[in-house]
């Protein structure tokens, strides 16, 4: 985690941060400054400790990070690791943008169910955000990022989820490389006649089948993006009862 207590006020971790008394946040146990000279400075639990908070990876650190940092260079409030208890969330980084809307940014690094992203955008409305954000790490979107324009890739159903409810393509971090790439997928129409084809679950299963849709498989193309945040009305906006999301905003030419 980037934020621990210190006499019950928030700090975040930097590498100039002295050593003391610091405590996880969600379980009070001791929370150890890791300054680490190739990682980001981070807080960890002791070896064996049970939270929830524990166990991060450096990826979701440094993602976590970038955003804060960038956000922060651009004028916007940034919380990291923003902790709602009464509900069990703790927004990765919350984003208060200058027209006053409080965007929750959530960094994704390993799978997770659609029911449990729907769960968390209802709980951020709940708690005052005006959007989630999914933003997909390097981990889980390995293959997005790593693709030439037009290769066909298989993509997370959650990833494919956050492409179709939201039509403004699917960002995913290079945490590494400090970039945010908008990505896009395109159907993929397998003809009949001696044409491979494969399941759901990705396995080939046979030739000689009517065109298909496939599923999973997608054409992918990307985009750089800057870190700016635009909002925009989602395809689900009715008149009176606007769907907004929140968007990077391309990057100026
Ligand atoms: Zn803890």
Redesign the pocket.
């Given at each position: 985690m980037l934020v621990a207590q210190r006499s019950g006020e928030r700090v975040e971790a930097t590498r100039d941060l002295p050593d003391g008394a610091y405590a996880?946040p969600?379980?009070?146990?001791d929370?150890i400054l890791k300054r680490g000279r190739v990682k980001v400075a981070h807080f960890a639990?002791a070896p064996g400790?049970v939270?929830?908070?524990?166990g991060e990876s450096m990826r979701h650190h440094l993602a976590k990070r970038l955003l804060a940092d960038r956000f922060r260079a651009l004028g916007y409030t940034v919380e990291i690791e923003e902790p709602h208890l009464s509900v069990g969330r703790r927004v990765d980084v919350a984003v208060t943008v200058p027209t006053g809307d409080r965007v929750a940014v959530e960094v994704q690094d390993s799978a997770i169910s659609v029911n449990e992203m729907q769960r968390r955008n209802r709980t951020d409305r709940g708690i005052g955000f005006f959007a989630t954000m999914w933003v997909f790490t390097s981990s889980r979107a390995a293959r997005l990022l790593a693709a030439q324009e037009d290769d066909e890739a298989r993509v997370p159903n959650e990833i494919l989820w956050v492409h179709d409810r939201y039509h403004q393509g699917v960002f995913v971090i290079d945490e590494r490389a400090e970039r945010m790439w908008r990505c896009n997928f395109g159907r993929i129409v397998r003809q009949g006649e001696s044409r491979q084809w494969y399941t759901e679950d990705g396995e080939l299963t046979g030739v000689n089948y009517p065109d298909q849709a496939l599923k999973f498989t997608k054409t992918v193309s990307r985009t750089e993006v800057g870190f700016a945040l635009t909002s925009r009305q989602t395809r689900y906006h009715k008149p009176g009862h606007p769907d907004f999301t929140v968007v990077f905003t391309s990057k100026q030419a």
């Open positions: 996880c969600m379980c009070a146990s929370a639990h400790a939270c929830d908070w524990a």
